[in-house]
């Protein structure tokens, strides 16, 4: 379909990678540097993309309060470069943001037209990497998403496992909630707009989330993996899981302890549906034990 992919390091980049198609191009950050501006403006002049899936993001979160310059440098300028990048080629550009966009005093789950309040440097650098996008091409998508796992790179339920086998007793935080969603389920489905995108048809532009469901806190999330990791062979026993508050875990960056997002507009304006994480953590379990 034509399709280039930055980031393609990263949990979804990777993803993205091996579901990729005759003329498409996958760019990790050794292949193009998205801080140079120059860089990717001869990248996408010469390759002349259709569409493009940014899928690269400084996602450190406690780091970035250290290092706002690098947080900056990814998610809020890389992202105008790519921007304007597409706008001269013509190109869509498909691009992942966060929840974290949200201060998660919200009761419900947020939509995505409230307005964004983030708590940290992370979140307000990918909130300005949204305003740069919005301001510089108006044929793109951003798709917001939420407490990522998958089979690549670093996150929560490779942290469990890894500590699960080594420990009786693991202490998680049950006052924060949100949306478990799969690399695999977001790569899926990015593929599927940029499919439609390279058709031609008339996709109504704008901001969407995409999150898994049901919600649950990070202890709730825990204690699934356990229970699938065991039944999955991929650990011997489950330690038991402690609930504990933010307070008893404090952390240089703030959380959002509300991070569910609700679908209902990508629902009706883009068919999306929400992925069952529960679902997808079972197939996840399934591929670790035979990798």
Same mark, same amino acid.
């Given at each position: #379909?034509?399709?280039?992919?930055?980031?393609?390091?990263?949990?979804?980049?990777?993803?993205?990678?091996?579901?990729?198609?005759?003329?498409?191009?996958?760019?990790? !950050?050794?292949?193009?540097?998205?801080?140079?501006?120059?860089?990717?403006?001869?990248?996408?002049?010469?390759?002349?993309?259709? $569409?493009?899936?940014?899928?690269?993001?400084?996602?450190?979160?406690?780091?970035? %309060?250290?290092?706002?310059?690098?947080?900056?440098?990814?998610?809020?300028?890389?992202?105008?470069?790519?921007?304007?990048?597409?706008?001269?080629?013509?190109?869509?550009?498909?691009?992942? &943001?966060?929840?974290?966009?949200?201060?998660?005093?919200?009761?419900?789950?947020?939509?995505?037209?409230?307005?964004?309040?983030?708590?940290?440097?992370?979140?307000?650098?990918?909130?300005?990497? %949204?305003?740069?996008?919005?301001?510089?091409?108006?044929?793109?998508?951003?798709?917001?998403?939420?407490?990522? *796992?998958?089979? *690549?790179?670093?996150? *929560? @339920?490779?942290? #469990?496992?890894?500590?699960?086998?080594?420990?009786?007793?693991?202490?998680? $935080?049950?006052?924060?909630?949100?949306?478990?969603?799969?690399?695999?389920?977001?790569?899926?489905?990015? #593929?599927?707009?940029? =499919? =439609?995108?390279?058709?031609?048809?008339?996709?109504?532009?704008?901001?969407?989330?995409?999150?898994?469901?049901?919600?649950?806190?990070?202890?709730?999330?825990? %204690?699934?993996? *356990?229970?699938?990791? @065991?039944?999955?062979?991929?650990?011997? !026993?489950?330690?038991? @899981?402690?609930?504990?508050?933010?307070?008893?875990?404090?952390?240089?960056?703030? !959380?959002?302890?509300?991070?569910?997002?609700? #679908?209902? =507009? &990508?629902?009706?304006?883009?068919?999306?549906?929400?992925?069952?994480?529960?679902?997808?953590?079972?197939?996840?379990?399934?591929?670790?034990?035979?990798?």
């Amino acid at each position: #379909m034509n399709l280039l992919i930055t980031g393609a390091g990263g949990q979804v980049g990777r993803e993205l990678a091996l579901r990729l198609g005759g003329g498409d191009l996958a760019l990790d !950050r050794a292949a193009l540097d998205l801080t140079d501006a120059a860089a990717v403006g001869a990248t996408l002049a010469h390759h002349r993309p259709r $569409v493009v899936i940014n899928a690269a993001a400084y996602t450190a979160v406690d780091q970035a %309060e250290q290092d706002p310059e690098a947080a900056n440098a990814i998610n809020a300028a890389a992202v105008a470069h790519l921007a304007a990048a597409c706008a001269a080629v013509g190109a869509v550009l498909i691009h992942l &943001s966060t929840d974290y966009v949200f201060d998660g005093t919200a009761a419900m789950p947020y939509t995505d037209d409230q307005p964004a309040a983030p708590l940290g440097v992370y979140g307000a650098s990918k909130w300005a990497g %949204e305003q740069a996008l919005r301001a510089a091409l108006p044929q793109h998508l951003i798709l917001r998403v939420s407490w990522v *796992f998958g089979q *690549f790179g670093h996150n *929560f @339920v490779k942290t #469990m496992l890894r500590v699960g086998r080594d420990r009786d007793l693991l202490k998680v $935080v049950a006052d924060q909630r949100g949306g478990p969603t799969a690399a695999a389920d977001i790569a899926d489905t990015l #593929m599927s707009l940029a =499919r =439609r995108a390279a058709q031609a048809e008339a996709l109504p532009w704008g901001t969407y989330h995409y999150a898994g469901q049901p919600f649950v806190s990070w202890h709730g999330f825990a %204690e699934a993996i *356990f229970a699938e990791a @065991v039944a999955a062979g991929v650990l011997d !026993r489950a330690p038991q @899981v402690q609930a504990i508050s933010t307070a008893e875990y404090p952390t240089p960056a703030k !959380r959002p302890a509300q991070s569910s997002l609700d #679908m209902q =507009r &990508s629902v009706a304006q883009l068919g999306l549906q929400p992925p069952d994480w529960r679902a997808s953590l079972h197939t996840l379990m399934q591929d670790l034990k035979a990798s």
